[in-house]
T-cell receptor, first 114, second 115 residues
Framework: GAGVSQSPRYKVAKRGQDVALRCDPI?????LFWYQQALGQGPEFLTY????????KSGLPSDRFFAERPEGSVSTLKIQRTQQEDSAVYLC????????????FGPGTRLTVL | AQKVTQAQTEISVVEKEDVTLDCVYE???????LFWYKQPPSGELVFLIR??????QNEISGRYSWNFQKSTSSFNFTITASQVVDSAVYFC????????????FGSGTQLTVLP
């Protein structure tokens, strides 16, 4: 594909609602990453997939956050019982999979929890 | 632990001025990779450059140049003859060999180029 795509671009949720954020990586990219970017800060790592395997989820802030990539392509980041502190931009990135490879980012999903 | 420091929170210059964005990093690893990304107001992170720890040659790409110095753990970015379109937030990032390859980002430098 042309680039990493994410949907929706904007999401407003009421506190306590569940949300699902989607990421379509670049075709052929084996690795997929999720990052959280708070306002005025740099992105922070959440989780990492190699194909369908979730190899690192050390950055997920709580057990309300869950990510999956069942067929090794599209990934979904789910946040249950959203809280105001979950408001941020969620960025998805993909790469070919070798450690030296560059990560290419999508446009992000801006989540606002009211 | 890894850490990336971008001490300049905001920089404002007038068009055609040169500007240097500073990046200082910390890592215990001997093999690592450094990156610069640009984040325009649209929000998407745009890749600019990747360097590995064994290659200290400076690099120039058009109006952009990068100065990598292992002795001072710095990877600075210079824009020559800045343009209004260069206005964005610039992030320096680090990843190291053997990690899960996640990027560790600095807090970014907001560059504003005034006409």
């Amino acid at each position: 594909g042309a680039g990493v795509s994410q949907s929706p671009r904007y999401k407003v949720a009421k506190r306590g609602q569940d949300v699902a954020l989607r990421c379509d990586p670049i075709s052929g990219h084996v690795s997929l990453f999720w990052y959280q970017q708070a306002l005025g800060q740099g992105p922070e790592f959440l989780t990492y997939f190699q194909n369908e395997a979730q190899l690192d989820k050390s950055g997920l802030p709580s057990d309300r956050f869950f990510a999956e990539r069942p067929e090794g392509s599209v990934s979904t980041l789910k946040i249950q019982r959203t809280q105001q502190e979950d408001s941020a931009v969620y960025l998805c990135a993909s790469s070919f999979g070798l450690e030296r490879d560059t990560q290419y980012f999508g446009p992000g999903t801006r989540l606002t929890v009211l | 632990a890894q850490k990336v420091t971008q001490a300049q929170t905001e920089i404002s210059v007038v068009e055609k001025e040169d500007v240097t964005l500073d990046c200082v990093y910390e890592t215990r690893d001997t093999t690592y990779y450094l990156f610069w990304y640009k984040q325009p107001p649209s929000g998407e992170l745009v890749f600019l450059i990747r360097r590995n720890s064994f290659d200290e040659q400076n690099e120039i790409s058009g109006r952009y140049s990068w100065n990598f110095q292992k002795s001072t753990s710095s990877f600075n970015f210079t824009i020559t003859a800045s343009q209004v379109v260069d206005s964005a937030v610039y992030f320096c990032a680090l990843t190291f060999s053997g990690s899960a390859r996640q990027l560790t980002f600095g807090s970014g430098t907001q560059l504003t180029v005034l006409p």
